[in-house]
């Protein structure tokens, strides 16, 4: 099955920028999508098909996706940015959902 | 605009079989490409992709919960059904079903709701 793999925790301080980065076997080949989790709330989607924003989330987000690693960047860092982060692909050839080990985002 | 609402147990014994309700609004079961898919994610740790459940029927399941796990739809009541059976205290987790974009992403979300599993 298909592996993705990401960093269990990453620091930033306020204003500064946030990279996380999520690892698979030719992830650049596949569609990356990312998404925020705060406790007690719905998770949300906050880039699809690699680096595409939804409505209403901030133009500080962004994605990329190339070889085997896949990153979302989160510029201007504010407080209220402090949540869990997961990446997510579907994998065609099985047509199975993946979701990576997620990403603890703490603003110092 | 579309919402998506969990109901079910909040506590189940171990070896009991677990019925989940997602009932949804804004988006028809109907439509070619649309899905509704089912994630837990058991305190403290990641998010799991369960089961999905496509307009024509089609389901998908994680291979790990595969022979445990079944997925229905009822468009006449707008809900989706997810049976865990021979629940066990790992399948303590909050579970969620989404909405399921064709293009293979979750975008919309429940606010999920929390299973413990316990004798």
């Known amino acids: 099955s298909y592996v993705l793999t990401q960093p269990p925790s990453v620091s930033v301080a306020p204003g500064k920028t946030a990279t996380i980065t999520c690892g698979g076997d030719s992830i650049g080949l596949k569609s990356v999508h990312w998404y925020q989790l705060k406790p007690g709330q719905a998770p949300v989607l906050v880039i699809y098909y690699d680096g595409d924003r939804p409505s209403g989330i901030p133009e500080r987000f962004s994605g990329f996706s190339s070889g085997n690693t896949a990153t979302l960047t989160i510029s201007g860092v504010e407080a209220g940015d402090e949540a869990a982060y997961y990446c997510q692909v579907r994998d065609i050839n099985s047509d199975q959902w993946v979701f990576g080990g997620g990403t603890e985002l703490t603003v110092l | 605009q579309i919402t998506l609402k969990e109901s079910g147990p909040t506590v189940v014994k171990p070896t009991q079989t677990l019925t989940l309700t997602c009932t949804y609004s804004?988006?028809?079961?109907?439509?070619?490409?649309?899905?509704v898919g089912w994630i837990r994610q058991p305190p403290g740790k990641a998010l799991e992709w369960l089961a999905l459940?496509?307009?024509?029927?089609?389901?998908r399941f994680s291979p790990s919960l595969k022979s445990r796990l079944s997925i229905t739809k009822d468009t006449s009541k707008n809900q989706v059904d997810l049976t865990l059976i021979k629940m066990d205290p790992v399948d303590t987790a909050t579970y969620h079903c989404?909405?399921?974009?064709?293009?293979?992403?979750?975008?919309?979300w429940g606010p999920g709701t929390l299973v413990t599993v316990s004798s």
């Open positions: 989404a909405h399921v974009f064709p293009g293979g992403y979750f975008d919309y």
């Open positions: 804004g988006f028809s079961l109907k439509s070619s490409g649309v899905g």
């Open positions: 459940i496509y307009w024509d029927e089609n389901q």
